[in-house]
């Protein structure tokens, strides 16, 4: 863009842009900014001309990004953000802000974490908005650029440019139907390693190595199993490893669990809260097994009084659930 096109440019324009990028569809980003759809239109008419370059064009799954678009609109929230956060005022009051949050969370902290998160953004915040995106491959450039404002999941590796907190530590324990011939006796090494079993994992595209993928520089435990307790036994006892299954998230794990005879290990809050649920036993692992840390993280940059409140949020709801 030449210096000419940035004097005149209306920053109302990229507000715009900013909202098609997110959304892919006209209809709903003129919904985000409350303006009608002929209005979002022309002001990509406008911008087209701004730009020189098509920008959006219509597809099978909505309004795709060009290779222009896909380059500088990372770039653009990135401005938008610095600049709301040097006019926003330093005083942030939950009961008036009509901000949409974003988080990015994995099924299991949907379930046992987020719940409690958002009762008090609820209760503090009635006129707020969450969005709950899926913490999955692409993570750490929707940290970047600011489509997510926050990262709960289990990291071995973050990078300088994010901070990071520890929230709680999870316990991972085998479950089987209450009903399985396992269920009867203690579970022990010896019989573990005879039972097929089921793996959560929640891997999509990346290279996985020791149960976790890296993107970006985040690296991200994507399976949840033994660390090859069971794998190493049989092949020191010369045996054949037990038949392994894959799911690709903790409910569809639960609920195979629940009608086979197959035994998985999963997190222990997960577990209790749904063993009801699909007729569920668990048992500690026959080994010693090391707690799983999950953490919540965010670019270092984008830490305005508003960000800060609903970290705090759900620092509060992780020390509830510790506390039980």
Same mark, same amino acid.
């Given at each position: 863009m030449s210096d000419t096109h940035l004097r005149t *440019?209306? *920053?109302?324009?990229?507000?715009v842009f900013d909202a098609l990028f997110e959304e892919r569809n006209v209809t709903r980003a %003129?919904?985000? &900014?409350?303006?009608?759809?002929? $209005?979002?239109?022309?002001? *990509?008419n406008r911008l087209r001309f701004t730009m020189g370059d098509e920008l959006f064009v219509r597809g099978p799954a909505g309004m795709r990004a060009t290779?222009?678009?896909a380059e500088i609109g990372p770039r653009i929230r990135e401005g938008l953000l610095q600049l709301g956060a040097a006019l926003a005022p330093g005083v942030f009051t939950p009961g008036e802000t009509?901000?949409?949050?974003s988080i990015a969370a994995s099924a299991y902290a949907c379930t046992i974490l987020l719940p409690g998160v958002i009762a008090a953004v609820r209760r503090q915040a009635p006129n707020a908005e969450v969005r709950i995106r899926s913490a999955g491959m692409g993570l750490a450039e929707e940290l970047d650029a600011g489509r997510a404002d926050v990262a709960i999941g289990s990291y071995t590796a973050i990078p300088d440019r994010f901070d990071s907190l520890p929230l709680m530590q999870e316990r991972m324990?085998?479950?089987?139907? $209450?009903?399985?011939? $396992? %269920?009867?006796?203690? &579970?022990?090494?010896d019989r573990l390693i005879t039972l097929p079993q089921i793996v959560l994992s929640?891997?999509?595209d990346g290279h996985v190595v020791d149960g976790a993928v890296t993107d970006s520089g985040l690296e991200?435990?994507?399976i949840w199993d033994d660390g090859g307790v069971v794998r190493r036994t049989c092949q020191q006892r010369g045996l054949p490893s037990p038949p392994t299954y894959y799911a690709p998230d903790a409910q569809s794990a639960l609920a195979l669990l629940g009608g086979s005879d197959l035994v998985g290990l999963l997190p222990r809050r997960l577990c209790e809260a749904y063993s009801r649920t699909f007729n569920l036993k668990v048992f500690d692992p026959p080994y010693p097994s090391k707690p799983t840390d999950i953490v919540m993280l965010?670019?270092?940059?984008?830490? #305005? #009084? %508003?960000?800060?409140? &609903?970290?705090?949020?759900?620092?509060? %709801? #992780?020390?509830?659930l510790s506390a039980v």
């Amino acid at each position: 863009m030449s210096d000419t096109h940035l004097r005149t *440019l209306d *920053l109302n324009l990229l507000r715009v842009f900013d909202a098609l990028f997110e959304e892919r569809n006209v209809t709903r980003a %003129a919904q985000r &900014l409350g303006l009608t759809q002929s $209005a979002v239109s022309h002001a *990509l008419n406008r911008l087209r001309f701004t730009m020189g370059d098509e920008l959006f064009v219509r597809g099978p799954a909505g309004m795709r990004a060009t290779p222009r678009a896909a380059e500088i609109g990372p770039r653009i929230r990135e401005g938008l953000l610095q600049l709301g956060a040097a006019l926003a005022p330093g005083v942030f009051t939950p009961g008036e802000t009509q901000r949409v949050f974003s988080i990015a969370a994995s099924a299991y902290a949907c379930t046992i974490l987020l719940p409690g998160v958002i009762a008090a953004v609820r209760r503090q915040a009635p006129n707020a908005e969450v969005r709950i995106r899926s913490a999955g491959m692409g993570l750490a450039e929707e940290l970047d650029a600011g489509r997510a404002d926050v990262a709960i999941g289990s990291y071995t590796a973050i990078p300088d440019r994010f901070d990071s907190l520890p929230l709680m530590q999870e316990r991972m324990v085998w479950a089987m139907r $209450a009903d399985h011939p $396992a %269920a009867e006796t203690e &579970l022990t090494l010896d019989r573990l390693i005879t039972l097929p079993q089921i793996v959560l994992s929640t891997a999509e595209d990346g290279h996985v190595v020791d149960g976790a993928v890296t993107d970006s520089g985040l690296e991200r435990r994507v399976i949840w199993d033994d660390g090859g307790v069971v794998r190493r036994t049989c092949q020191q006892r010369g045996l054949p490893s037990p038949p392994t299954y894959y799911a690709p998230d903790a409910q569809s794990a639960l609920a195979l669990l629940g009608g086979s005879d197959l035994v998985g290990l999963l997190p222990r809050r997960l577990c209790e809260a749904y063993s009801r649920t699909f007729n569920l036993k668990v048992f500690d692992p026959p080994y010693p097994s090391k707690p799983t840390d999950i953490v919540m993280l965010w670019r270092k940059e984008h830490d #305005a #009084a %508003a960000l800060a409140w &609903l970290r705090g949020l759900i620092g509060q %709801a #992780a020390t509830t659930l510790s506390a039980v």
